[in-house]
Every structure is written in C-alpha cells, then in structure tokens.
C-alpha cells in the first residue's frame, strides 16, 4: 500500500468512527440510561374479575420488582397508562416522585438569564390523576428504594379514585 493509499484509508476509518459516534450519541432514544416500569388501567367487566364479583378496576402489572444492584444504577421512571374510557388514579403509599420545584411551589420562579437558583426536583408522595386515554411518565426518588434496610421492601400501589371496586398491586424492593 502507497502512502498516498494508507492516508486515504487512515482517514476513511476516521470518518466512518466519527459517523459511527454521532449515530449512536443523536440515536439514543429519549430517556436512554433510565430504567422504566409500565403500569397500565385496566377495566374488568362484570363477571371477569378476579372473584367475580361484578366490575373491576386494576392496574397491571400486578407485581414490579426493582432490584437495588440493576434497576438503581440510573434514574427509574414509572410509566402510568390509561387506556380506558375513564379517568383513575395512580398512588404508591411510600414512595416519591421527584417533581420540578415550579410546580409543587407556583411562587418559585426562576429566571434562566440570572445567576441565581439552579432548578431542583422536589421530592413529593406518588399519586396522580391520569385522564382516559392519557400517559404520563414520572421520575421516581431513590427514598424507599436504596439501602439495606429498603431490601425486601413492599409498596402498595392502587387506584384511590375507585376504593370499592380497585384491585391493587405491589412494588418489591430486591
């Protein structure tokens, strides 16, 4: 190979390393390096429930475990889907999501230009209204979830709206 045939190569393959870098870095989807969990609303019509006991409100899965080795190591998300006709709730007695400081205190406004406050995520009890046909995706705070004495941790998640009629699941820290 010429000198003028390994410059053309050399710089072929430093091209292609590049492309290879701005496909994989502008590629990633929205929310890569984030662990999620899917919830999702579910109507039971009269006799399909669990006892048959008429209608019934639940969310599925069931049963989530997070493991504190895998699941912690990045920032976990509960994905909440309600694809019913109804609007539910959405409450996990125990655990935090972490919601923009704005939005729990409507006062706080921050100015971007200025060098004063640098927005935070307050942590606030999870439990949301989703609207029929609606998703919406929180970011979940490590309160409950990391340390030794949250292994074998259990949370109870229901849908507050409908008390009589709910089939509730649970979140099991592993």
């Given amino acids: 190979m010429t000198s003028k ?6 710089s072929r393959m430093f091209l292609i390393g590049v492309m290879v870098l701005c496909v994989g870095l502008l590629g990633l989807p929205e929310g890569a390096g984030a662990k999620e969990f899917w919830f999702e609303a579910q109507e039971l019509g009269k006799g399909k429930g669990p006892f048959e006991m008429g209608e019934t409100e639940i969310w599925l899965p069931t049963a989530v475990v997070i493991d504190q080795k895998e699941d912690l ?11 019913t006709g109804i609007d539910h709730e ?3 007695g125990g655990l935090f999501m972490l919601l923009p400081e704005e939005e729990v205190i409507p ?13 935070r995520n307050v942590p606030a009890p999870v439990h949301l209204t989703v ?3 609606e998703t919406k995706k929180i970011q979940i705070s490590p309160r409950g979830l ?3 004495k949250n ?3 259990r949370y109870k998640f229901f849908c507050p709206k409908h008390k009589d009629i709910r089939v509730s699941g649970f979140i099991y820290v592993d």
């Fill in 5 to 10: 045939g390994l410059v053309r190569f050399v």
């Fill in 73 to 83: 190591n990045e920032p976990v998300w509960f994905v909440i889907k309600n694809p």
């Fill in 90 to 92: 959405f409450a996990v």
């Fill in 107 to 119: 006062e706080t406004k921050l100015d971007p230009g200025s060098a004063g406050l640098l927005p």
């Fill in 131 to 133: 609207k029929a046909g």
């Fill in 146 to 148: 990391v340390g030794e």
């Fill in 151 to 153: 292994l074998g941790a």
